[in-house]
């Protein structure tokens, strides 16, 4: 296992930190974002002000956000459609089935898109096989549902060796 394919371009606190005009200056036209523990909480589809004030501003300033998610449509629809957000359902991270369909769905260039995700098993490994660049965000909570647990363990053998290897991982307060 090749410890870069799980190497984040940019480590970020939240994803409510990233900005308009840092994702301007990187040429990034649309977000494409995980959704539990990422965009929202797990055990909170209700998402927070700062997740409604960060959607608005992407919003206004022309940047489209799109969740990419692995669970079901019922599931992804339920949690995003009063945010009035598109979404890729049964994305199937760590595969790029659910990035080549959103940037073909919405016409983008993978120098244009950035996958923003808080699993380095899944959201970061998605990215690198897509060949765009990838934010590793916190996790909004925690705890994970039990489908996450499992990938948590594998995630903390891959963040041990990629200490040994470049150090850890800072995260920032923005990219």
Same mark, same amino acid.
């Given at each position: ?14 994803? =409510? ?20 523990? %990422? ?47 598109? =979404? ?33 098993? %899944? ?24 489908? %996450? ?13 990629? %200490? ?6 800072? =995260?920032?307060?923005?990219?």
């Amino acid at each position: 296992m090749a410890i870069e394919n799980y190497m984040p371009d940019f480590a970020v606190e939240a994803v =409510y930190d990233l900005t308009v005009e840092s994702l301007q200056k990187q040429g990034i036209k649309a977000v494409l974002v995980d959704l539990d523990n %990422t965009l929202i909480a797990w055990n909170n589809p209700d998402g927070t002000p700062e997740m409604k004030r960060w959607l608005h501003d992407l919003r206004d300033a022309g940047i489209r956000i799109i969740v990419v998610s692995n669970n079901t449509k019922k599931r992804v629809q339920r949690a995003v459609e009063k945010f009035g957000i598109d =979404y890729i359902y049964w994305a199937l991270k760590p595969f790029t089935l659910g990035i080549d369909r959103a940037m073909k769905e919405f016409h983008y260039e993978k120098s244009e898109v950035v996958m923003v995700g808080d699993q380095l098993m %899944t959201d970061i490994r998605a990215a690198h096989r897509a060949g765009i660049r990838s934010i590793l965000v916190k996790p909004l909570v925690q705890h994970d549902s039990i489908k %996450t647990q499992i990938n948590r363990a594998r995630e903390r053998r891959v963040m041990r060796k990629i %200490t040994e290897k470049y150090g850890p991982i800072t =995260y920032k307060k923005g990219i």
